[in-house]
């Protein structure tokens, strides 16, 4: 069945039997993937998903079903079930967003130029950058993963308020960890880039990035434990920050779950730190100009010069606060409830270099890498003690790798310790939270043991 027949039929029957408020989510998810291993495939996935969500009040309580069949019987099911089970749900409802006086931007992040890349071109391309990895340097043992990934997502949503809103986006990374070995020496590290621009793909370039990437690390040293100066390179402090994400969300303050509790207008990091949620950056994996309930997005400074200007904001926490929803309603597909996420998240960069960051240490580490970020750090206190890959840095220069190390701090300490933040915007591939990233970042000092 078409989805507009199937929509207005939902309506209809649903306010037949009682239903008064109703919003139908729909969402289709494209998906492509493929793993070269020394020139040929070494696996290979292809998906489409397509799927819709209904909720709607009855009797004063909202009820929830889903479902991947546009059909009659799949009506009457979504109808009957959200009948049965609103009166189970203890929870306060869900506010239902009418769309009245609400202005969208009207953005398309879809690239038709990226979905025309035929699969042929994808693989051919990923063997290409694999050939010359193996070519840049002899130390080279292998590609531990070479991948080509590109996935597209298309949402619509609707009420029987008259509210119709419909986004997309797409999007295509390349992820490769080489592995090269001296002597008895052996390192590995990940590069990643995501694009919408397939054809401004460089293998030289994806090849020597990758490769030198993985030799900087070769030749490692031990220093003495002690707190350091440091220099969170920029996919570190992604990291790092996609950990904490949480944090700034109105939903886990309401909680008791985040330290920001009560901060609002005050200093929670140094000056020099702006953080901005901005859901029409054009290459965002997050862009789009409504979130899941239908609110619609905008520009957000979370923290400006340091102060903590706003949280993240669904319809249901807006509500407990007294305030209007920032946006930031999320469902994680269509067949999960509304919570409160990010979009495009991140520190907002100076005009200051990477190597102006560190020039001018007598004695430092450059963080360049951190593992253990779900066992090792506390999303709630703000505690970590996590491992680390980076340099040291003496006279301004950086003399070479370190063992691997093991830094402890806390995270809200950390916003209050920046002092320079450089201009080298980097987005971390971890998804979960929103598209989060942030320029490298100059610290007072961290905790530094080494193994």
Do not use: W
Request: glycine share 8%.
């Amino acid at each position: 069945m078409e989805l507009t027949t199937f929509r207005n039929q939902l309506f209809t029957e649903g306010e037949k039997l009682g239903l008064t408020d109703i919003e139908l989510y729909y969402e289709k998810q494209e998906s492509f993937s493929c793993q070269i291993f020394k020139g040929e495939i070494d696996g290979y996935e292809s998906s489409t998903v397509n799927g819709i969500s209904v909720r709607g009040l009855y009797n004063g309580q909202m009820g929830y079903a889903y479902t991947e069949k546009l059909d009659e019987e799949s009506i009457l099911f979504l109808l009957e079930s959200i009948r049965e089970n609103a009166p189970l749900i203890e929870d306060e409802p869900e506010e239902m967003f009418t769309g009245e006086d609400a202005n969208y931007q009207e953005v398309d992040y879809y690239s038709t130029n990226l979905q025309a890349v035929t699969v042929e071109d994808k693989i051919a391309f990923l063997k290409e950058v694999e050939k010359k990895i193996y070519a840049y340097d002899s130390r080279v043992v292998q590609t531990d993963y070479a991948t080509i990934q590109d996935q597209s997502i298309e949402k619509e949503l609707f009420n029987n308020k008259g509210l119709f809103l419909s986004d997309r986006n797409n999007f295509l990374n390349v992820i490769i960890s080489v592995v090269v070995k001296e002597g008895e020496e052996i390192k590995s590290d990940m590069y990643f880039k995501i694009t919408k621009d397939f054809a401004s793909l460089d293998a030289d370039e994806i090849a020597k990035k990758a490769v030198e990437k993985s030799l900087s690390y070769l030749g490692e040293q031990a220093y003495p434990d002690k707190n350091y100066p440091v220099i969170l390179k920029n996919s570190a402090a992604a990291a790092l920050i996609t950990t904490f994400a949480s944090s700034f969300s109105a939903e886990a303050v309401q909680k008791g779950q985040s330290q920001l509790k009560g901060k609002l207008d005050e200093k929670v990091a140094s000056e020099h730190v702006t953080l901005l949620d901005d859901p029409f950056l054009p290459e965002g994996t997050r862009s789009g100009t409504f979130d899941s309930e239908g609110v619609p997005t905008g520009q957000l400074n979370v923290v400006e010069n340091g102060k903590l200007k706003s949280y993240f904001y669904n319809l249901k926490t807006a509500k407990k606060d007294g305030v209007s929803s920032t946006g930031h309603g999320h469902k994680p597909s269509y067949k999960e409830t509304i919570g409160v996420s990010p979009s495009n998240f991140y520190v907002v960069p100076s005009e200051k270099t990477y190597m102006e960051l560190y020039e001018k240490l007598e004695e430092g580490i450059i963080i360049t890498d951190l593992a253990g970020l779900h066992s090792g750090a506390n999303p709630i206190s703000g505690d970590f003690s996590l491992a680390a890959n980076g340099f040291y840095v003496k006279n301004g220069k950086i003399v070479g790798p370190t063992t691997l190390m093991t830094v402890a701090g806390n995270f809200f300490e950390v916003l209050q310790e920046i002092e320079q933040v450089g201009s080298d915007l980097e987005f971390s591939p971890m998804g979960g939270s929103g598209y989060i990233g942030s320029p490298s970042l100059k610290l007072k000092g961290l905790a530094v043991t080494f193994d």
